[in-house]
Every structure is written in structure tokens, then in C-alpha cells.
T-cell receptor
Framework: SQQGEEDPQALSIQEGENATMNCSYK?????LQWYRQNSGRGLVHLIL?????REKHSGRLRVTLDTSKKSSSLLITASRAADTASYFC??????????????FGSGTQLTVLP | KAGVTQTPRYLIKTRGQQVTLSCSPI?????VSWYQQTPGQGLQFLFE???????NKGNFPGRFSGRQFSNSRSEMNVSTLELGDSALYLC?????????????FGQGTRLTVV
């Protein structure tokens, strides 16, 4: 089952603009990870933010986490056509036995127009 | 360092057949997880292996099984294939089983059941 929802489901912007995607989840988590997927291919790991962190940066990416609201956002600044892809958040939740099990959101399809 | 390698990349099978997919994790990674991605259900967790033992299993029928070898390579098997098993199967590897380590994905195996 899906942990939560991503918003918006689809986003279309012009090259150079910023893109913001939101992710909500339902249970307590250890961390939240963001992934990119191009055209049904493999998932590319973008960034991991731990439950005790509020903000993290990596290049043009900025991720925030609000555990009180059970939500996260991914900001891509100065977007490029190559950023066109689906973006997924995945939560690594507290679970008995500490097994690794990522629960994914439904994804945001980002289209960056040249 | 080589990434996660999944073979084969594409597979076409007939209903009722069985299939075996292979995943070689990143060197040194000992945790391997499998996911199924379909347009309708999104990304769903299948199972996780660590030290040759299945540690957690998602909500899939017993036709889906897997194993991990001493070199951490993993295989998953689907028996008595159904049309609904058509999907992208993704493998992820992680360095440790504990929390807050990234999961890196392979390019996936696209299975089509006809």
C-alpha cells in the first residue's frame, strides 16, 4: 500500500524556473528518501533526510522535512530539460525487526519545457 | 564502483510459466530488496534479504519468492505467471540493514506476461 501522496501529480514548468513537489506520509519514519525515474527505468537516488533533520541541500536540490505535519518537499532550482522525470518520495519507517522496507508515494511527473 | 545490476533487462513470458530474475548488489552491500512497479499500484515492496535470510515480505502471494546467496546476489522467482504480473521489477541494495542508509536501485527487469 502507498504510504502517502505526492502533490502535484503532474507539473509542467519552463526551463530556468523552480519546481516544488510535496510528499505526505502517514506513519512515523526513520528517514525519507527522494528518487528520480526517467521513462520507466531504474530509480536514481537523489537525497536522504533523517527524521531529526529539517532541511538538506544537494546541488540544485533542497529537501525539507516536517515530521509534525508528516510532510516533505523537494525543490529543484533553475530547472533544466534534463530534469524531466518522475519524482518519488519513499519513507523508511520504524518497523519491528528493523527490516528495510521503503514505502513509496505515487510520484510527481515533472516536465521541464525548453 | 559498479552499480546495482539486474538481468535480464526485458523478458516476455506466457501465462502459467515461471520466471527468475537476478540482482547483483553494489559490492559490499549486504541488504537486497525487491519492488514491483505497475501503473495501477505504483511501487510496492516485495521482500528484503540480508545475510541470505528473508527479513521481511510484502503483501504478495506465495507465487513470488526469492533467495540470496553468500555473495549477496539475489534472485526472485515468480511461478504460474498471470497477466497481472506484468511489471517493472526493481532491486535495491543497501550497505547495512540499520536505519538511515540509502537504498540504490538497478535499472529493473521489464516483465511482460502474454
Amino acid at each position: 500500500s502507498q504510504q502517502g501522496e505526492e502533490d502535484p501529480q503532474a507539473l509542467s514548468i519552463q526551463e530556468g524556473e523552480n519546481a516544488t513537489m510535496n510528499c505526505s506520509y502517514k506513519t512515523s519514519i526513520n528517514n525519507l528518501q527522494w528518487y528520480r525515474q526517467n521513462s520507466g527505468r531504474g530509480l536514481v537516488h537523489l537525497i536522504l533526510i533523517r527524521s531529526n533533520e529539517r532541511e538538506k541541500h544537494s546541488g540544485r536540490l533542497r529537501v525539507t522535512l516536517d515530521t509534525s505535519k508528516k510532510s516533505s518537499s523537494l525543490l529543484i532550482t533553475a530547472s533544466r530539460a534534463a530534469d524531466t522525470a518522475s519524482y518519488f518520495c519513499a519513507t523508511d519507517a520504524l518497523a519491528s525487526g528493523s527490516a528495510r522496507q521503503l514505502t513509496f508515494g505515487s510520484g510527481t511527473q515533472l516536465t521541464v519545457l525548453p | 564502483k559498479a552499480g546495482v545490476t539486474q538481468t535480464p533487462r526485458y523478458l516476455i513470458k506466457t501465462r502459467g510459466q515461471q520466471v527468475t530474475l537476478s540482482c547483483s548488489p553494489i559490492s559490499g552491500h549486504r541488504s537486497v530488496s525487491w519492488y514491483q512497479q505497475t501503473p495501477g499500484q505504483g511501487l510496492q515492496f516485495l521482500f528484503e534479504y540480508f545475510s541470505e535470510t528473508q527479513r521481511n515480505k510484502g503483501n504478495f502471494p506465495g507465487r513470488f519468492s526469492g533467495r540470496q546467496f553468500s555473495n549477496s546476489r539475489s534472485e526472485m522467482n515468480v511461478s504460474t505467471l498471470e497477466l497481472g504480473d506484468s511489471a517493472l521489477y526493481l532491486c535495491a541494495s543497501s550497505l547495512y540493514r540499520n536505519m538511515n542508509t540509502e537504498a540504490f536501485f538497478g535499472q529493473g527487469t521489464r516483465l511482460t506476461v502474454v
